[in-house]
Structures are given as C-alpha cells and as structure tokens.
C-alpha cells in the first residue's frame, strides 16, 4: 500500500497541473485494479483515516496482486482535493473513495465524466450510478454511550467536541443526548465545534471549555486525533470518540469507542465494480450491518447499566428500535417527530436541528 501526502503529490508540479505521481499513464487490462483512497487529515494510528484504511486491508488480502491501493493523505476540501482525484483517475485508477464529505461535489463529477470508474463518497447525500455516498449510523452506538454518560455523570451535564455540523455529527450529538435522557431526563449536553476536522491544539481547548463548564462526561465527535480523550484521561474524566479505539490514550477513563468497520462495504463494492454490476445506491450502515460496534466498554459502568444496553442493542441490531422514535422535541421546544412515528432514514440522513437538551445553538 503506497500512502501520499499533498506534498508528496504537489512536488515539482509543473504550472498547468500536477505531475504523474501516480504513473501518469491508464492502466493495462492486465494491470490490477487501482483504488485510490483520498483522506483530509494524516492517516495515523487512530481515527476516521485509519479506520478507512483498514476497510482496504480484507480487500487486500482477498485480491492479492489484483489490486493496487493507494492512501493519499491530508487533503484539504477545495480545489487541491479535486486536482488531486482527477489525476488518480486520469492515471488510470478506477476505483476511488473520497473520504470527506467536502469532496463530494468534485469526487461527483469525476463520477459523471468516467462511467467505467465507480466512486463511494464519505458521508454526503448524492447518488449516480456509479457513485455511493456511505456513513456510518453512528447514532445507533451514541445513543448507548448517552445511556453509560448518563450512568455515570454526576452533575447531568455532558459534552461534545465536535468537529463540523454536518447531518452525521448532528444525529450523532443527538442520539447521545436522547440516550442519556432515558436514564436522566434532565441531562443537558454542550457542544463546541471546532470546524476542524484535524487540529490536536483547538481539540485540546474545547474540551478543556467543556470540562470549565462541570461536563463530567465527553464525547469526542469525529476527532482524527486523541487530543480529546487525553485531556479528559488528565483530569479524570470519561470520555469516548468514533471510529477507532483510543483506549491506550485513556486507561483509566475511557468510557468506549463507537467504532467502525468499513471492509464489509468495501468488499462487497469492490466485488461488484470487477463483475461489472455495481449500483450507487446511499449506503447508511449500522450495527445490523456489522459497520458499527461499541467497543472497550468502561467496567467501571454499572452491571444493571450495562445488561439495559445490550438489551437496547441488540434491539437496534434487530431493527426493532431506533434512537429516533417519537416523541422528540427540538431544542426550540416544537415538535421534532411525533408520538409514533420514526425517523426515516432519508431523515436522519439530512437531520439539520438538535434534539431538547442540546444547549449549543448550531452555527448559522
């Protein structure tokens, strides 16, 4: 696996364009199959790179020498990030993901332009046929983290560093604070966004606000570092994040990780795309697909605690309950989803207002 950098790939760029980093020529039929996986933080030992870049390694070793994967890390959203996933197509890859939500106008019209190349885009909401956006439901596992805050919080007062206020992170914040009021409900959950999806010292900052303000328990809301979790390790205070395990960050304090495990839908995209019948579809995967687990679950939580979460869980791995069942009220106080009706994914999927009890505006 070959992993890039923007430097590496802007490197004695000529004026008109970049060079041929990534062979600057198509590849042979009997070439194998090119992956490409563009990120826009450093792909470290933690977080949402590294757990995308996991994803590839059952492809690996089911493909062997038939694919080629390729990492090209650190890429900011805008015209570097679409520079830099044409030339990975124009030297023949024909199969990329854009792991960030802000590539995805571009990442789409690389779609448009190249009907032989399929594209899964990271957490936004267009579809082509062969182009997927794909998340993570999240919210199935933050929902049971609120109910273990909730547990263990002693002032009723819970927070988040967030990153930024995309749908994803939304339902996110909010599952934990609905989690957290089916044990507590006078919980109250405070959010500071960063805007960032990578920036250790702003992370650090927030979550030092969040714990200025008696947060006692903290939630690290799609943080490529453990700038959070370790902050809240030093002052003793639970906290948890998504994607990949941070635990060796926290020994005494961590409260667990809302993990993610993207082979499955790697694989099987994969597959598709070399039998030739691949199909965009919204992929919106969860714990029923074996995408999200909760993991490293504290055992300072309470046995009675923790028996009521399996039982929540395994309700969600059985689609027999989601976290977004009425009734809800919004943060205004109106009516968000009624008695007896459930979220839709397609919802949930552009939820765009906090749940009663988030008392962070979100950012206009």
């Known amino acids: 696996m070959t992993n890039l ?6 490197k004695g760029a000529a004026a008109t364009g970049l060079v041929a980093t990534l062979g600057g020529r198509a590849l042979a039929a009997d070439e194998p199959l090119g992956i490409v996986l563009v990120v826009p933080s450093p792909v470290g030992d ?32 805008g015209p570097d990030a679409d520079r830099i ?11 990329l993901i854009a792991g960030s939500f802000g590539y995805q106008n571009g990442a789409l019209q690389i779609a448009r332009r190249n009907p032989d190349v399929t594209v899964l885009h990271a957490s936004g909401f267009q579809v082509a ?30 927070g988040s560093v967030s990153a930024f206020a995309i749908p994803e992170l939304i339902t996110s914040i909010n599952a934990f604070t609905l989690g957290a009021q089916a044990v507590k409900p006078d919980v109250e959950v405070s959010v500071v966004w960063v805007n960032s999806w990578f920036d250790p010292a702003k992370e650090q900052e927030a979550a030092k606000a969040l714990l200025a303000q008696k947060c006692d328990v903290i939630f690290s809301n799609a943080q490529d570092t453990p700038s959070v979790i370790s902050a809240c ?45 691949f199909k965009g579809a919204n992929a ?81």
């Not at 950098?5 to 802007?10: A, G, K, N, S, V």
């Not at 790179?49 to 890429?75: C, F, H, M, Q, S």
């Not at 996933?85 to 199969?95: C, P």
């Open 129 to 158: 046929p062969n182009f997927s956006p794909f998340a993570a439901q999240y919210s199935q596992g933050t929902y049971l983290m609120g109910m273990a805050a909730a547990a263990l919080s002693k002032t009723g007062k819970l």
């Open 233 to 277: 390790e030093e002052a003793g205070v639970p906290a948890f994040n998504l994607n990949s395990s941070m635990k060796k960050y926290a020994p005494k304090t961590y409260l667990g990780c809302v993990a993610t495990d993207w082979s499955p839908f790697f694989k099987a995209s994969v597959d598709a795309h070399i039998a030739g019948n």
């Open 5 to 10: 950098t923007r430097r590496t790939l802007m």
């Open 284 to 364: 919106f995967l969860g714990v029923g697909d074996k995408v999200v687990e909760v993991v490293d679950w504290n055992p300072g939580i309470p046995a009675d605690m923790m028996t009521r979460i399996k039982e929540v869980e395994a309700k969600i791995a059985a689609g027999s309950f989601s976290p977004f069942a009425g009734p809800i009220a919004k943060a205004d106080g109106s009516e968000g989803v009624p008695a007896g009706k459930t979220m839709t994914e397609a919802e949930i999927v552009a939820m765009d207002w906090h749940v009663k009890g988030v008392t962070t505006p979100l950012p206009k």
């Open 46 to 77: 933690v977080g949402w790179g590294r757990a995308l870049a996991d994803g590839l390694e059952p492809v690996k070793a089911a493909y062997g020498d038939k694919v080629k994967v390729t990492i090209i890390e650190n890429i900011q959203e």
């Open 85 to 95: 996933m044409n030339k990975a197509i124009a030297d023949g890859n024909k199969f």
